[in-house]
């Protein structure tokens, strides 16, 4: 059976959300905008699925847009606050940097924060971005090396530098990993997706703080406050709102338990393989408990993921959103690293269901690969 060391990119369904679905999808038949009592069925769903999210998140139910996904709730927060000056990470996912760069190229000023070696933002380069801007998106973890930059430390320098900034911070890989702290943060725009934790794709959050002003992209009904039009796939939140809720109460165990997998696997891998490099901060406080970012010698990350997979080990060469492309990560060259050590990148992420004999099984793999590497 295969190792999935992959969890970034999504984390396999879980039994009490797919039970969650089948249970609504079985047995809904209205719309929650319909008046009828199958339309209140369905209002219910909703309305109970809400709570469930909020109360995991420690938000106000009034403060949750439902979406289609992480994807979504970035775009819907970046280009929905019609920013003049918009400040964010050369590191950011995608689907925060290409929104910025659409709102550039429609006249917006977009300043990109450089980061250090390790992937946290840079004091001097962030001291010059601020001053001026309208919306600053920060991301509190980062898909592909798993930098946490420290939001909290931040804040005096977002309300020195740029007080009137909305603050906006793409927290989809946070979610059941790290404590979601918004006022600690100082955010008032903050995304999610449900399939990071073991719900179903297509459903995602943006949670608004109350009296943030935000447009609609899309325009129809006067669903999800007006902000996201169209009939909400009931079935599908209910099944999100229970894995939110679980990943949120497991987060304690989830992080002992891939941090402890995460720490084991580096070990084999720094004993294994020489001149094996960490890419991103050191195994503590400021990464992601389940998230290694490495760098094989010689090794392109593409082709090395291919061989894992013939292997049975199924990883990542960076984000799964850019598995096709042939360009470098665009996150290891904006931490400094040349294009062909850009390509070279290998993305281990641990979940809920990784063991730590995967973890020992997943290094001695990667060794055999490197060892067959050298002897070609």
């Known amino acids: ?59 106000h139910e009034e403060e949750l847009v439902f979406t289609s996904g992480g994807t979504e709730s970035n775009n819907l927060a970046l280009m929905g606050s019609r920013p003049k000056c918009l400040a964010t990470l050369g590191t950011e996912h995608s689907s925060v940097l290409e929104p910025a760069r659409a709102l550039a190229r429609d006249g917006a000023e977009l300043r990109l924060i450089d980061v250090d070696r390790t992937g946290l933002p840079d004091p001097a380069s ?45 927290a989809v890989q946070a979610l059941g990993r790290m404590p979601i702290a918004f006022d600690a943060w100082g955010v008032s725009l903050a995304s999610f997706s449900a399939h990071k934790v073991g719900g179903p794709p297509g459903v995602g959050v943006l949670w608004k703080r109350r009296g943030t002003r935000l447009n609609a992209l899309f325009h129809g009904g006067g669903q999800e406050g007006e902000l ?17 809720e679980s990943a949120v109460r497991e987060q304690e165990a989830f992080v002992r338990r891939t941090e402890a997998g995460t720490r084991a696997l580096w070990s084999e891998l720094a004993d294994a393989i020489p001149g094996v490099e960490l890419i991103g901060p050191a195994l503590d406080a400021r990464r992601l408990p389940n998230t290694l970012c490495v760098r094989l010698p010689h090794a392109d990350g593409r082709m090395l993921v291919t061989r894992l997979d013939l292997a049975g080990v199924e990883a990542s060469a960076g984000s799964a959103c850019a598995s096709g492309s042939l360009e470098p990560s665009h996150v290891l060259r904006a931490m400094g690293y040349d294009d062909d050590a850009a390509r070279a990148g290998l993305r281990l992420s641990l979940g809920r269901t990784t063991s730590r004999d995967e973890c020992k099984r997943a290094a001695a793999v990667l060794k055999n690969l490197f060892v067959a590497s050298r002897a070609t």
């Open 1 to 59: 059976m295969s190792i999935y060391l992959d969890h970034n990119a999504t984390s396999p369904l879980r039994d009490d959300a797919r039970a969650r679905w089948l249970e609504v999808h079985e047995t809904l038949r209205g719309n929650p905008s319909s008046v009828h009592a199958g339309g209140r069925a369905a209002r219910a769903i909703l309305d109970n699925a809400r709570e469930q999210v909020a109360a995991a998140l420690g938000a």
């Open 228 to 244: 996201r039009p169209g009939t909400e796939d009931a079935a599908g939140i209910a099944a999100a709102a229970t894995a939110i």
């Open 126 to 170: 962030l001291a010059r971005a601020l001053p001026g801007c309208d919306l600053v998106s920060i991301g509190v973890a980062n898909n592909e090396t798993g930098a946490t930059p420290d939001l909290e430390a931040l804040r005096a320098d977002f309300e020195a530098l740029a007080p009137s900034a909305t603050l906006h911070t793409d």
